[in-house]
T-cell receptor, first 116, second 111 residues
Framework: AQSVTQLGSHVSVSEGALVLLRCNYS??????LFWYVQYPNQGLQLLLK??????LVKGINGFEAEFKKSETSFHLTKPSAHMSDAAEYFC??????????????FGTGTQLKVEL | SQTIHQWPATLVQPVGSPLSLECTVE??????LYWYRQAAGRGLQLLFY??????ISSEVPQNLSASRPQDRQFILSSKKLLLSDSGFYLC??????????FGQGTRLTVV
């Protein structure tokens, strides 16, 4: 079964500092991996995804993530944090459902706080 | 382009009352549809998914049910709400192995 672990439920950085949000996954098949962002009382918005090919993927708002198979990781980074980056971030992996179809299995989320 | 609509945005319901949340998708056909519930610190829990009209699978036993009367319509229901049904409910759709697209969510408070 597929699973996702996000280390650190809360991360705080200074504006302009590096953002690093950690995600490790478990999957018995080659994974499709995703990062989503959620602002208060809103749905989830896709930041970036890895399916196949280049292991360093770039997303919206200056975020990027690197798929490292040997480490089973897909950490999210941004070189310089902005106040508007404060939100909750979710890592997800595709999983196969026994009844057919597939789903995204999500981590428990990381709340990012950006301080002046 | 594809869009997903979910309503209402907020809902306050008394214990024991019925529930109906609706989700519709535009711009795609035969999507995989999902209902998730989100609780603080627990991420997103998949409640139901559907790969086609009338095909509903439940991931966890609970007081809720789901139906898919049309290809792009997904409904979450309850006959009698419990306090524990309070939460933030999200509808989503996917193609085969693409990313999921989410609605704006419904904040349900059972009082």
């Amino acid at each position: 079964a597929q699973s996702v672990t996000q280390l650190g439920s809360h991360v705080s950085v200074s504006e302009g500092a590096l953002v690093l949000l950690r995600c490790n996954y478990s999957s018995s098949v080659p994974p499709y991996l995703f990062w989503y962002v959620q602002y208060p009382n809103q749905g989830l918005q896709l930041l970036l995804k890895y399916t196949t090919g280049a292991t360093l993927v770039k997303g919206i708002n200056g975020f990027e993530a690197e798929f490292k198979k040997s480490e089973t990781s897909f950490h999210l980074t941004k070189p310089s944090a902005h106040m508007s980056d404060a939100a909750e971030y979710f890592c997800a992996v595709s999983a196969i459902l026994t009844g057919g179809g597939n789903k995204l299995t999500f981590g428990t989320g990381t709340q990012l706080k950006v301080e002046l | 382009s594809q869009t997903i609509h979910q309503w209402p945005a907020t809902l306050v319901q008394p214990v024991g009352s019925p529930l109906s949340l609706e989700c519709t998708v535009e711009g795609t056909s035969n999507p995989n549809l999902y209902w998730y519930r989100q609780a603080a610190g627990r991420g997103l829990q998949l409640l139901f998914y559907s790969v086609g009209i009338g095909q509903i699978s439940s991931e966890v036993p609970q007081n809720l049910s789901a139906s898919r009367p049309q290809d792009r319509q997904f409904i979450l229901s309850s006959k009698k709400l419990l306090l524990s049904d309070s939460g933030f409910y999200l509808c989503a759709w996917r193609g085969a192995w693409t990313e999921a697209f989410f609605g704006q969510g419904t904040r349900l408070t059972v009082v």
